[in-house]
């Protein structure tokens, strides 16, 4: 097997000046396309099942309510292991915890599939999100282990298509299983894939130097149960109108006791879960911020695209499929874009703050949408706002290690992927409470205009006199209310979705621009 080629040497903060990849890989492009292959199915399991919950109401007796915790159980069980998972790796050595993992989350998903009744389902897809939540980090840190320090960009630029590309891909695929197969398809259909996976780790992926230190139960268990609580939280407050149920109190408050109690912990205990050099790194904090502003950006809107062209345009699932696409296209484009920039000495303060910019001009032009916008305006708004994305996502996760050594790597990416995923989960619980509120309001405001003064065909003040066909009458009217409200509720969201974006992209230029970038490198061969 492979040993590292260089040592950790620096010390957090300060950069390699060797352009050596720490870990030597025996086959690399095939031991990319294994661990991009892990990372993609681990991705693309966070959304790929959503479409198929009415399915599996129906299969497995259960009612709306509960069905969804097959969905809230999978996002607990991950953000509460996906912590860990830096101090498991210097515990039992990274290799062999990928490799557990990637077959854990093989073997889980055959399990899911295999679920006979909701009991069983909200416990394998536990055991699943606890399997998966280790993937993301530990591929991206070997990608970068593997990689020299110059082709950084480019290795990143090919993970982050995986990250960016499977929640998109996600509800197409699962759609497509669901409907041409059945829904436990959606599960199966990582088996195959998953095993290659699985064979091509086993055979070339190194073993990272391991060092062993304590570990900090008191604060997994204060930041297991802040996560878990703000995940409830976000996931049942619309189920049960929030604040006015008492179990989102009580979840609240677990939430911010217990999160204030870890931010204290975590800056003084003697061996914290986390390395402070962690948050000590200028360019890493500022990229765990901006990982919140990409998740709440990106996967709102793509929680929001979905139910609106649905629902409101009465386009299918495959339709629906078909029309974001062109958002995938765009972040493959730009991060090709900006991978190339980043290898030839570009700055990335700059890059990141142009991406937000451009996200941010798609979601002004997706507020000025009506019920009439067509097709060619969908697409060219999500390739737009696609192109934006990939912009940022490189140049910052290149900013965010470059001044890392490569022993906070597999933290550090446990925690980028921790904020990603909280951001998700804000964005999506956020926007969708707003959406639900100016529904309400905007449906409110505009029946309050439909009199008998306004010009309507049917002078609503007399319609009784036309019994049944006066209340279909009314029933159309009210639907077209219906539907002008929520439009408008969905562009109040676009609205403040641009506004967070276009807040973010001056920040980008607080962080410090990246020696490797600056030339201090051999320029990457041709």
Request: hydrophobic letters at 55%.
């Amino acid at each position: 097997m492979a040993s590292a080629a260089q040592p950790a040497g620096s010390a957090a903060g300060h950069p390699h000046q060797s352009d050596e990849a720490h870990l030597h890989a025996d086959n690399y492009w095939l031991l990319i396309v294994g661990i991009m292959a892990a990372s993609l199915l681990q991705i693309l399991d966070t959304t790929i099942a959503n479409v198929a919950i009415p399915h599996m109401q129906a299969s497995l007796g259960a009612t709306i309510d509960s069905v969804t915790w097959v969905l809230t159980s999978y996002i607990i069980a991950s953000a509460v292991a996906l912590p860990i998972t830096g101090w498991l790796a210097d515990r039992i050595g990274a290799r062999r915890l990928f490799i557990g993992s990637v077959a854990g989350f093989i073997f889980t998903s055959m399990l899911c599939g295999m679920a006979q009744n909701l009991e069983e389902m909200v416990i394998f897809r536990a055991m699943q999100g606890v399997a998966g939540a280790f993937i993301a980090p530990l591929s991206q840190a070997f990608m970068l282990d593997i990689t020299r320090p110059s082709r950084h960009p480019q290795v990143m630029a090919i993970w982050s298509m995986g990250i960016m590309i499977g929640p998109i891909l996600g509800p197409i695929l699962g759609g497509w299983l669901t409907e041409s197969a059945n829904w436990r398809w959606v599960f199966y259909v990582n088996l195959p894939i998953g095993i290659l996976s699985l064979a091509a780790l086993i055979a070339y992926l190194p073993q990272p130097e391991q060092r062993r230190r304590p570990f900090d139960l008191t604060g997994f268990i204060l930041l297991a149960i802040a996560l878990s609580g703000l995940q409830l939280m976000l996931d049942r407050g619309g189920h049960l109108d929030w604040f006015d149920a008492t179990e989102i109190w009580i979840y609240a408050l677990l939430a911010l006791s217990a999160g204030w109690m870890v931010v204290i912990h975590l800056s003084t205990a003697k061996h914290p879960m986390f390395d402070t050099a962690l948050f000590r790194d200028r360019n890493f904090a500022f990229a765990m911020l901006f990982m919140l502003v990409i998740g709440v950006v990106m996967f709102a809107t793509m929680a929001l695209l979905p139910p609106m062209l649905q629902n409101l345009f009465g386009y299918g699932v495959i339709d629906t499929g078909i029309v974001l696409m062109p958002r995938g296209i765009g972040i493959l484009i730009s991060m090709q874009v900006s991978s190339w920039l980043m290898r030839r000495g570009w700055d990335a303060r700059p890059v990141v703050a142009m991406g937000f910019l451009i996200c941010g001009f798609s979601l002004w032009q997706m507020a000025h949408w009506s019920l009439a916008v067509d097709q060619f305006h969908i697409i060219a708004t999500g390739l737009t706002q696609g192109l934006g994305m990939g912009l940022v996502f490189i140049p910052l996760q290149v900013s965010a290690f470059a001044t890392l050594a490569p022993r906070l790597r597999t933290e550090g990416s446990s925690l980028l992927n921790l904020f990603r995923s909280l951001g998700a989960s804000v964005g999506i619980a956020l926007m969708t409470v707003l959406l639900g509120s100016n529904i309400q309001t905007s449906h409110s405001v505009l029946a309050g205009h439909i009199t008998a003064a306004t010009g309507s065909v049917i002078d609503v003040s007399t319609i009784d006199r036309f019994q049944a066909l006066g209340d279909m009458a009314l029933r159309i009217m009210d639907a077209e209310v219906n539907r002008q409200a929520t439009m408008i509720a969905y562009i109040n969201d676009f609205w403040l979705m641009m506004w967070i974006t276009i807040a973010a992209a001056p920040l980008a230029f607080f962080m410090r621009s990246n020696p490797h970038m600056q030339g201090k490198l051999p320029p990457p061969s041709e």
